[in-house]
């Protein structure tokens, strides 16, 4: 059975992924795979653009989006007459098979069919089953991927990665056979800065605790630049103290429950002279 795997921490964004998709199945049918892929209003291969925190603190994620040619997919519960699963495991909905696909559209809980008006029919990604069928090894997203972010294979010689990777929507119970490696989780970024002295604090120690539980998660040190980044966190709230020789504790929360957070100046200021 294949499986496609997918390492967040190796995407470049280049987007070849998704115009070699576009190159393969637009202004042509492979039929009985699947009938032409239009030119605009549906990517059976999309990649999503997420651009997290603010300058200066800034992480771009790259995460793309295909069928996941699901075990238990709801795409052929909703038309088992026009949807199947091959022996490798690739999901294909039959371009001549009879079906509604406004029905078939709204079954799949990740986007990944679209409807074709002008044809009346439902769409979405074949694995490119054509080629794999003409003896190819790999669809051509995965062809294109010029980091090798985006592979292929057979279940089994993937098991360690799949073993830690993650899938899309797990609470849907699809069994999807997309695995994402990498995928990142919040972070706190700031820049640490004596404004006074009109410049920034280096190596002053940023501890961060969990709130609900007061549990310690990260201790860092500011760089030469000041900066901190404090990752892979948990969507939780969170009490950062920052902390060096002759300055005042600074302390701060942060909530990460929904976004990520940076701080382009966290002000230490010197404790007072003594009079």
């Given at each position: 059975m294949k499986v496609f795997v997918f390492d967040l921490d190796a995407c470049n964004?280049?987007?070849?992924?998704?115009?070699?998709?576009?190159?393969?199945?637009?202004?042509?049918?492979?039929?009985?795979?699947?009938?032409?892929?239009?030119?605009?209003?549906?990517?059976?291969?999309?990649?999503?653009?997420?651009?997290?925190?603010?300058?200066?603190?800034?992480?771009?994620?790259?995460?793309?989006?295909?069928c996941n040619h699901c075990d238990n997919a709801p795409c052929i519960v909703a038309a088992p007459e026009a949807v199947y699963k091959r022996e490798d495991g690739i999901v294909i909905i039959d371009p001549r098979a009879a079906h509604d696909p406004e029905a078939l559209v709204a079954s799949c809980p990740y986007g990944a069919i679209f409807w074709n008006k002008e044809l009346g029919i439902a769409q979405k990604c074949t694995g490119c089953a054509h080629l794999l069928d003409d003896g190819w090894a790999e669809p051509r997203c995965v062809d294109s991927c010029c980091t090798g972010a985006l592979r292929f294979g057979n279940e089994e010689d993937f098991a360690e990665e799949i073993a830690r990777a993650e899938v899309l929507i797990p609470e849907a119970g699809t069994a999807p056979r997309v695995y994402y490696l990498n995928k990142p989780k919040r972070f706190i970024a700031a820049t640490i800065v004596d404004i006074e002295a009109d410049e920034v604090v280096?190596?002053?120690?940023?501890?961060?605790?969990?709130?609900?539980?007061?549990?310690?998660?990260?201790?860092?040190?500011?760089?030469?630049?000041?900066?901190?980044?404090?990752?892979?966190?948990?969507?939780?709230?969170?009490?950062?103290?920052?902390?060096?020789?002759?300055?005042?504790?600074?302390?701060?929360?942060?909530?990460?429950?929904?976004?990520?957070?940076?701080?382009?100046?966290?002000?230490?200021?010197?404790?007072?002279?003594?009079?």
């Open positions: 964004g280049c987007h070849n992924c998704q115009v070699a998709c576009k190159d393969e199945h637009c202004a042509t049918n492979w039929l009985p795979y699947a009938e032409e892929q239009p030119d605009t209003g549906q990517f059976w291969c999309k990649v999503d653009e997420e651009v997290c925190g603010r300058v200066p603190h800034v992480r771009v994620n790259y995460l793309p989006h295909l280096e190596d002053a120690m940023v501890t961060l605790q969990r709130i609900i539980d007061d549990e310690v998660v990260a201790e860092v040190r500011t760089d030469e630049l000041g900066d901190v980044w404090l990752e892979n966190l948990e969507p939780d709230r969170y009490r950062m103290r920052v902390s060096k020789e002759g300055y005042l504790d600074l302390h701060q929360e942060f909530d990460l429950s929904e976004k990520d957070r940076s701080v382009p100046e966290m002000r230490l200021y010197r404790v007072p002279a003594a009079v």
